[in-house]
């Protein structure tokens, strides 16, 4: 059984959820989250980079690359894009927070902990946190293989137009967060957020986020009360680009008020990130929206845009 860190303990109390001790959350990894893993063909990490600020990327291979060898270890047989930012953040003794999502299945389970190895064939992790989380909010979309040649990453300081027109019809995006300095049961973590298009509201470089009803756990939004950094990553499926933002976020714990499923929202103002093409060797499927949507708002509703 593992315990919440005290600033997700706080963002609990804030939302009037507190659990406190909770055996889903396990230091080790269950036979069906190892068998899981072992069965995608694309995987979600989170690290910190040299200034302690998240950041986010996506890793992919055949279903197979990820491997368990034990209960407490994840072996990525992915090699490293040296286009990749995040990927020179990505060596031994890095915290990493790792997200195994299948959108065919909707099926998501995650391993928190910290890297142990990096060679030729890829990273080795040591699994402190695993934990599965629910369905809600996921489109489902089949994946499979498609060759691609990969572009040149862009460097962005801000959103540009691309950037905001993907941001603003996006139905997913991931989080990656990590806890302040000195907690000991915190570290990276990386999360899935799911809407209707148009459940990110973009004001300039300012994004705001609405917060569903979900797991309750509050992973996400302790980690920001501590360490108020994070990183986007958007993916879009249709080209297999990869937009990673960094940036600060601000939760308001009332904002998103008359926002349909809406609870509270955060905000995330870009401080820089890049943009990835065809960093993704994958075909995927028109989405089949989650069920969940069907009680969900977007902005533009609410504001009669």
Not at 16 to 31: K, N, Y
Not at 147 to 166: V, Y
Not at 188 to 201: C, E, L, M
Not at 210 to 215: E, Y
């Amino acid at each position: 059984m593992a315990d919440f860190h005290a600033d997700e303990l706080t963002a609990q109390a804030h939302a009037g959820h507190v659990l406190g001790e909770t055996p889903a959350i396990r230091p080790f990894m269950p036979d069906q989250h190892r068998s899981f893993f072992a069965g995608l063909p694309y995987l979600l990490l989170g690290t910190a980079d040299a200034a302690g600020a998240p950041v986010a990327t996506l890793l992919t291979g055949p279903p197979g690359f990820v491997q368990s060898p034990d209960a407490t270890h994840l072996a990525i047989a992915a090699a490293l894009d040296s286009g990749d930012p995040a990927a020179e953040f990505l060596v031994p003794g890095a915290e990493t927070g790792i997200l195994g999502i299948d959108l065919a299945t909707r099926r998501r389970n995650r391993a928190n902990g910290r890297i142990v190895l990096r060679d030729r064939d890829g990273l080795t992790v040591t699994v402190d946190q695993s934990f599965g989380n629910c369905p809600q909010y996921i489109q489902r979309r089949a994946v499979e293989p498609v060759p691609r040649r990969s572009g040149p990453t862009e460097i962005l300081s801000s959103l540009d137009a691309e950037a905001g027109a993907l941001t603003d019809a996006a139905d997913t995006l991931f989080v990656a967060t990590r806890s302040r300095d000195g907690l000991r049961e915190g570290g990276a973590d990386i999360s899935h957020r799911g809407g209707r298009p148009g459940f990110v509201r973009r004001r300039g470089d300012v994004l705001t986020v609405p917060d569903f009803s979900g797991n309750r756990y509050f992973n996400t939004l302790g980690n920001l009360i501590g360490e108020p950094r994070a990183a986007l990553l958007f993916l879009d499926f249709a080209s297999g680009d990869l937009l990673a933002l960094q940036g600060r976020t601000a939760i308001d714990w009332t904002g998103a008020a008359g926002l349909l499923g809406a609870q509270r929202s955060w905000s995330f103002t870009v401080t820089g990130g890049w943009r990835r093409r065809a960093a993704m060797p994958l075909r995927w499927s028109e989405p089949e929206p989650a069920p969940q949507l069907l009680r969900t708002g977007i902005w533009a509703e609410l504001e009669g845009a």
